[in-house]
Structures are given as structure tokens and as C-alpha cells.
């Protein structure tokens, strides 16, 4: 990392799955021009390559070979970000449920991890880079200037997950998706490496019963406070 990529400031948003931390990342990335960084998706990614490889999602070695391993690539398009795996846009395959629950599988090997965090810090970079993940704030970007931990209640979680893929014309059940998010909970927070919990410094935000709009104000409150942005 540059010198000029370790002076530019890091929002750093932590936080269980469908706690909003990624819609609000990409608000608050756009409103302050800054760089954007779904470190989720890189591990999606991993566990997608691993998937359709049909590699054991228990065989840490070869995950991690994997991980250090992939051809990804992130571009903006028409206000979106668009993932691609290897040249192929794999944007919604990602975001399938057997690849968000081989992803918190795949996320608690340490070796992999290790392969992933030198690429997650080279999104560092002028004017500054909001960071949208687990361990943001405590493992990444322990430096960071601004770490927020969103969090929301399991069912509040459950029911954006359920409205979400409704609206999409998925048929799912709520009561299943409900166990999913607190089994991947427990995982997160109970894995030895980088375990999903706030840093010391970070400041908790509960979203449950509050919009987007009002999340997106008390996060850029925050920022307003500790950082200085030009033109906000």
C-alpha cells in the first residue's frame, strides 16, 4: 500500500447479513464520491468459484488456493456495481442463497482470509473508500477514522430478506430464512478468525423500524463529525 492509499480516510460498516450496511455503503459511497468496497462479495466470489468447481467447501487448502487465486473485477454500471468472475458478470448468481450460505462457510477459514485481505486494502485509495463488510473495522482498516456497526433484529433481518426476494418472484419461506440468518449469525460470531463483533471504537447503529433515508442521515452525521469532506 502507497503512502497516499494509507492517508486516504476509510468509513468503515460493519455488521450482520441484512442489517442494510450494503445499501448504505453504496449511498454513502456515491453522495462522497468515494471508492466502494462489498468485501462480502469477494468472499461470494470464493465460494462461488468453489461451487462451481465442485471443490469440498471443508477443504480449507484448496478454498484458500482458490481465493488467492481469482479473476475478479468490479464495474459501475448505470449506478450499480457489477461483479465478474473470470469475464463472466455473475452479479445476481452471487447473491443466490446457496452461495450466501457457502460464503459464511467459506468466510471463517483463516486461510482464506489471508489470501483475500491484502486485495480488500488495495481499495484504499483518494479521496477515500467506504468499507462494507464483517471485520471492516476491526481486521482491514483498524485505522479507519469512522467505524459504524449496524446492526438489526434477526426478524426485521428476515423480513427485508423475505419482501426482497418476493419482489423478485422467488418463493421462499420466512420461517426458513429466519433459521438461515441465525445460523450464519452464529457462525459469524463464533468463528476464531476475525469473529463478527463490533471494534472498540466503532459506533452501533440498530436499523430495525428505521428507513434507509434515516439510517443514511445518522451515518453521515457521524461522518461530518470525524471527517472533513470537501463540497458535503
Sequence with gaps: MTDTQHRAPVIAIDGPSGSGKGT?????????????????????????????????????????????????????????????LEGRDVTRDIRMERVSMAASKVAAMPGVRAALLECQRDFRRAPGLVADGRDMGTTVFPDAPVKIFLTASAEERARRRFEQLRGKGVSVSLRDLLEDIRARDARDM????????????????????VDIDGVLQRVLRLVRDRIEIRGA
Design 24 to 84: 448504505i455503503a453504496k449511498l454513502l459511497a456515491e453522495q462522497l464520491g468515494y471508492s466502494l468496497l462489498d468485501s462480502g462479495a469477494l468472499y461470494r466470489l470464493t465460494a462461488l468459484a468453489a461451487l462451481d468447481r465442485d471443490a469440498d467447501l471443508t477443504d480449507e487448502a484448496t478454498l484458500t488456493e482458490i481465493a488467492g487465486n481469482l479473476d475478479i473485477r468490479f464495474e459501475l454500471r448505470d449506478g450499480e456495481v457489477a461483479a465478474l
Design 190 to 209: 463464533n468463528r476464531e478468525t476475525s469473529p463478527l463483533a463490533p471494534a472498540e471504537d466503532a459506533v452501533e447503529l440498530d436499523s430495525t423500524g
